[in-house]
């Protein structure tokens, strides 16, 4: 198990074990069941194959687990924490609601409200886990995250009319650049009925194009289509970067929500929970100021 923790890759696992004089069979040993692979310590007489030892150490479980190793290896403080945090068995949970009909009973009750306590200080340790100095500093930055947010959302919405009216003046850009010489030999036709019914479809789409053309552009200087073109990719480019900005956003945002929740229910919704929070604080602070 310390190998796979400390491997890097599958061949780089199988190496340092046999560096660690452990004898392995992979591949080249067959059986009915298909390819296996064993291991055979120092002083066996016999190999030990994968699927006798379980699942979990079968070939394509260890590979996850190596992969698994090595993220975590080479993850931030920040993602190690927002793992652990996320990790169900560690996740911060929300208060219980006492007045629920469920906890009515005295038992029910006195457990409930001992889940809340420990809800509690949890609250306030993940809370400093997160760097905020207080309750108002993390307030003060979720609701930072939220404005930020949605500034970003006007922003993509505005880059976003601006990207359609762009795609919308080089659609009629290219159809005006296509069909023009058409056009031209159409003006000079002798017989332009005949080669107006050759070309109809061509033609009409023409028209519409200078009829568009008009109301998009202030001046009779038509735009640069490669121009345009690199404009629409800028904007796209920005718009993308705010999208993934918002992203970054609603992950941290979904972080902090139920730290939010129970931060609110301490300090504001339930005036009950913090004064016995508060009370069972000051008792366990005189507790440690008896035993210095």
Avoid at 193 to 206: A, M, Q, S, T, V
Wanted: aromatic residues 12%.
């Amino acid at each position: 198990d310390e190998t796979v923790k400390q491997s890097d890759n599958f061949e780089d696992f199988l190496n340092k074990l046999r560096a660690k004089n452990i004898e392995v069979k992979y591949q080249d040993y067959k059986k009915k069941s298909g390819k296996c692979l064993g291991f055979k310590m120092q002083g066996q007489k016999y190999f030990i194959y994968s699927q006798n030892l379980g699942w979990y150490y079968e070939e394509k479980q260890i590979n996850k687990r190596i992969y698994r190793a090595v993220e975590r290896r080479n993850e931030t403080k920040s993602e190690a924490r927002t793992r652990r945090f996320m990790n169900q068995d560690n996740r911060l949970k929300e208060f219980f609601d006492l007045s629920d009909e469920r906890f009515s009973e005295g038992g029910l009750n006195r457990w409930a409200r001992l889940q809340n306590l420990k809800i509690g200080f949890k609250t306030i340790s993940v809370l400093h886990e997160y760097g905020f100095k207080d309750a108002e500093d993390f307030l003060n930055k979720y609701d930072s995250l939220t404005d930020e947010k949605l500034q970003n959302e006007e922003s993509i919405s505005v880059l976003e009319k601006k990207i359609n009216y762009h795609k919308y003046r080089l659609k009629y850009l290219k159809i005006y650049r296509k069909y023009k010489p058409i056009n031209e030999v159409y003006k000079k036709a002798v017989f332009q009925d005949r080669y107006f019914r050759n070309h109809e479809d061509e033609l009409l789409l023409f028209q519409e194009a200078v009829e568009e053309l008009k109301k998009t552009e202030k001046t009779r200087e038509l735009p640069n289509a490669g121009k345009l073109a690199a404009d629409i990719k800028s904007l796209e480019e920005e718009k993308n970067k705010l999208l993934f900005g918002n992203k970054s956003i609603d992950k941290k945002l979904k972080e902090y929500e139920v730290l939010k929740n129970n931060l609110a229910k301490i300090l504001l919704d339930e005036p009950e929970n913090k004064r016995e929070f508060v009370h069972q604080k000051q008792v366990q602070i005189n507790k440690e100021d008896m035993q210095i």
